[in-house]
């Protein structure tokens, strides 16, 4: 009998042992109490993400100012130089029916841009959210006030003295002859601050919805028709039925295309050949086409003010966001064809 009590014993202690050395259930482990001024640990911050592409940033160095070029879009100006690795590229309809191009850069920065042309009214009110230094080759004395008003930082061309970003190349006529220095330009606009900011939404997940489509077909006017195309992984931009490459044989390609439906007007100015400027209203709010991804979104943009970014939404309201990547914007006319096709 004692012998027995004795077994029993034992055999208790060891369940006992073994009870206290197994690992309890992680839903069961209590968080230890902070101590008195102890903070709850915070989760690693995100990586930090390129403001005109929503692409993560490699490396630490400080962002540099945005940097925007006006760039011309005539026939006599193509092929451009440095229009593929903008960022962002606004493409707006001048007088004659021709098309100028504003290209963002922040993280990329080509070594020369152009052919650089002059700025105009909307280039006021789509510019002030990106706080850039402007490259024009000049502009009529109401655009200047407007960027004066807009505290837009610009610069033109002057005689080509020491430090002078703007310069002539030859083998091109007057006026599609005028380059800028990016590095140059940059230095000239010393003291503009960067934005840090995303400027729009972006993600990397698809959105729900959308239909899927092969090519768009726009149409500024008789004398610039435009055709991106679908390749599987990006958009491949062709002008006048013709692939629109730059100087350097590279195609024009985009993450995203946005069809920006904007309603216009004759300005009270007029080239030198007679064809009136061309006002276009990008405040406030109206229809819109988001590529991505193969797919084409119903949509509507929304911009407040000139200080603010644009918005892109689903016709219901709710946001729209782009791939990460490159994106054009066709600030295109009510009254200019849009085709979707497959």
Request: aromatic content about 6%; proline content about 9%; glycine content about 10%.
């Amino acid at each position: 009998m004692r012998q027995a009590l004795c077994a029993l014993a034992v055999f208790a202690l060891s369940l006992t042992a073994c009870t206290a050395d197994a690992p309890m259930p992680s839903s069961a482990v209590a968080a230890r109490p902070l101590a008195a001024g102890e903070q709850q640990p915070s989760k690693p911050a995100p990586p930090p993400v390129a403001p005109l592409t929503g692409l993560r940033i490699e490396g630490d160095a400080p962002l540099s100012p945005v940097m925007a070029v006006k760039i011309d879009n005539a026939l006599a100006a193509v092929p451009q130089q440095g229009l593929d690795l903008a960022e962002v590229v606004f493409e707006e309809e001048v007088e004659g029916g021709i098309t100028r191009f504003i290209a963002l850069y922040q993280i990329s920065k080509p070594g020369a841009i152009g052919p650089v042309r002059s700025g105009r009214e909307v280039d006021a009110q789509l510019l002030p959210p990106f706080s850039p230094v402007l490259g024009i080759s000049g502009a009529a004395g109401p655009v200047t006030r407007q960027f004066d008003k807009a505290k837009i930082r610009w610069l033109e061309e002057t005689s080509g003295g020491p430090g002078d970003p703007f310069y002539r190349v030859s083998g091109r006529s007057s006026p599609h002859d005028l380059f800028v220095h990016t590095r140059a330009l940059l230095a000239a606009g010393k003291g503009t601050e960067a934005i840090h900011e995303p400027v729009f939404a972006f993600d990397a997940q698809r959105p729900a919805g959308g239909r899927a489509i092969e090519a768009v077909d726009l149409e500024f006017s008789p004398s610039s028709e435009i055709r991106w195309e679908w390749s599987g992984d990006r958009w491949h931009r062709l002008q006048n039925a013709s692939p629109h490459q730059t100087a350097a044989g590279d195609g024009l390609t985009a993450d995203n295309v946005v069809v920006m439906r904007v309603r216009s007007r004759p300005g009270d100015r007029a080239d030198s050949l007679g064809n009136p400027t061309l006002e276009l209203d990008v405040i406030g709010d109206g229809r819109a086409t988001v590529l991505r991804d193969g797919r084409a979104y119903p949509a509507r943009w929304r911009k407040a003010t000139a200080d603010d970014h644009i918005q892109w939404t689903t016709p219901q309201g709710d946001p729209l966001p782009l791939r990460p990547g490159r994106t054009w914007i066709e600030v295109l006319k009510t009254s200019s064809s849009l085709r979707l096709g497959r």
